[in-house]
T-cell receptor, first 115, second 109 residues
Framework: KAGVTQTPRYLIKTRGQQVTLSCSPI?????VSWYQQTPGQGLQFLFE???????NKGNFPGRFSGRQFSNSRSEMNVSTLELGDSALYLC??????????????FGPGTRLLVL | EDQVTQSPEALRLQEGESSSLNCSYT??????LFWYRQDPGKGPEFLFT???AGEEKEKERLKATLTKKESFLHITAPKPEDSATYLC??????????FGAGTILRVKS
């Protein structure tokens, strides 16, 4: 079974621009979560989508948004980029069947550099 | 506030020298504790899930244990290929994971 895939793998943007990152979950997985990883703050939860609906949201400004499509693929968007948005953005998927106690599997991440 | 603390921050071992990594947590309601391994420039790779105190899981040279306040990742006779950052995370609600800062492990031959 193919793992979680993320595109693009690397991005360079300038301040004020916006960016869209894409995530394809493991086949059959219905929940997609997004995390931001930086050297200073570590891994932080952004949001989770299930059945095209945002289920949970972390403590990030409204510039960070996402969506999920009917095939469970997900995108996240960051508008008005700031230097501090430079990070590794990770997507994770899980089956989410009867219980919430399920493992999340991570993709390779998208490395975003904001200049 | 939900909090996960990992220690030590970094650990250097000789090949074959066993040791343990610690993950202590303060959460309102633990739904699961996860261990991941992360290599530089890559996404976290799943290792173990623990759900209740007293539970243990093993995989090759790794063994994870869980108590009501903390989890340990025991590494027996490590090899250089075990060098990585080991991340501990707790599931607090929904699919939200709260991560510790990680332990950087270096195993020298």
């Amino acid at each position: 079974k193919a793992g979680v895939t993320q595109t693009p793998r690397y991005l360079i943007k300038t301040r004020g621009q916006q960016v869209t990152l894409s995530c394809s979950p493991i086949s059959g997985h219905r929940s997609v979560s997004w995390y931001q990883q930086t050297p200073g703050q570590g891994l932080q939860f952004l949001f989770e989508y299930f059945s095209e609906t945002q289920r949970n949201k972390g403590n990030f400004p409204g510039r960070f948004s996402g969506r999920q499509f009917s095939n469970s693929r997900s995108e996240m968007n960051v508008s008005t980029l700031e230097l501090g948005d430079s990070a590794l953005y990770l997507c994770a998927s899980s089956p989410l069947r009867a219980s919430d106690q399920e493992t999340q599997y991570f993709g390779p991440g998208t490395r975003l550099l904001v200049l | 506030e939900d909090q996960v603390t990992q220690s030590p921050e970094a650990l250097r071992l000789q090949e074959g020298e066993s040791s343990s990594l610690n993950c202590s947590y303060t959460v309102s309601g633990l739904r699961g504790l996860f261990w991941y391994r992360q290599d530089p420039g890559k996404g976290p790779e799943f290792l173990f899930t623990l759900y209740s105190a007293g539970e243990e899981k093993e995989k090759e040279r790794l063994k994870a244990t869980l108590t009501k306040k903390e989890s340990f990742l025991h590494i027996t006779a490590p090899k250089p290929e075990d060098s990585a950052t080991y991340l501990c995370a707790v599931q607090v609600y929904g699919n939200k994971l709260v991560f510790g800062a990680g332990t950087i492990l270096r195993v020298k031959s």
